[in-house]
């Protein structure tokens, strides 16, 4: 067997100019399919939006279904960016679903005017079988299940009751969100926002959540003691 052949100064450069060019048709496609949704995009309106041929599109994706498929991806690289990865720094437990479930807002918020593509697609691909539907789907379960272990998480640490049920806990949070988007964005309401947070509060109270900083306490107490 032989080593792949190292590419030259002058092909490294075009790769990377070609990587550099695709992610920027991408970032183009995203603004665009958030506007008029995934089924809207085409290799046309997106080669007028990036000033670009249609042909030089196309040779980036070689689909409108690649196209689709790759908006989808980026979508949820920077949502997880924005929402998930920066609650790991928060403390295990209630803080950190507090964390998320204050970025998950925020991110719904700035996105009433854009619209979610997450919402969006769904309502698109919800009948339409194929790869679109399928990483749409998947990207959403994926975000869920990571919700889902952030609530058994604080289970485990006490600040929930034992004997609360995560999934079902998870289901009312998402369903929180969707009517954040639906009531601002299609309803144009201004308290929105508070009743989100409101309803997010009433849900910790029915799952049993406790003051954190006493459980820490009790906690600490608890360690203190086993190492006498």
């Given at each position: 067997m032989t080593?792949?052949?190292?590419?030259?100064?002058?092909?490294?450069?075009?790769?990377?100019?070609g990587q550099q060019t695709k992610a920027a048709i991408v970032d183009a496609a995203l603004g665009l399919a958030t506007q008029i949704g995934l089924e809207g995009l085409s290799i046309g309106a997106l080669a007028e939006v990036a000033r670009m041929s249609k042909s030089g599109v196309f040779a980036h994706f070689g689909s409108r279904e690649e196209l689709q498929l790759s908006v989808v991806r980026e979508y949820h690289t920077r949502f997880e960016a924005e929402v998930f990865f920066p609650i790991l720094e928060a403390e295990r437990g209630l803080p950190r679903l507090r964390q998320l479930f204050a970025n998950w807002t925020k991110r719904t918020s700035a996105e009433i005017d854009s619209g979610c593509l997450y919402i969006s697609g769904a309502a698109e691909f919800d009948d339409r079988p194929g790869p679109v539907r399928d990483a749409l789907a998947g990207m959403v379960k994926t975000w869920l299940t990571a919700v889902h272990r952030t609530v058994v998480q604080a289970r485990e640490e006490?600040?929930?009751a034992a004997d609360m049920d995560a999934e079902q806990m998870v289901f009312e949070l998402h369903g929180l969100i969707l009517?954040?988007?639906?009531?601002?964005?299609?309803?144009r309401s201004s308290k929105s926002l508070a009743r989100t947070h409101k309803g997010f509060e009433n849900i910790l109270q029915r799952y049993g959540a406790k003051d954190v900083a006493s459980n820490i306490q009790t906690s600490a107490k608890r360690n203190t003691s086993s190492k006498k």
């Open positions: 080593s792949p052949r190292k590419p030259t100064a002058s092909e490294a450069k075009a790769l990377q100019k006490g600040h929930l009517a954040l988007q639906y009531e601002a964005r299609f309803l």
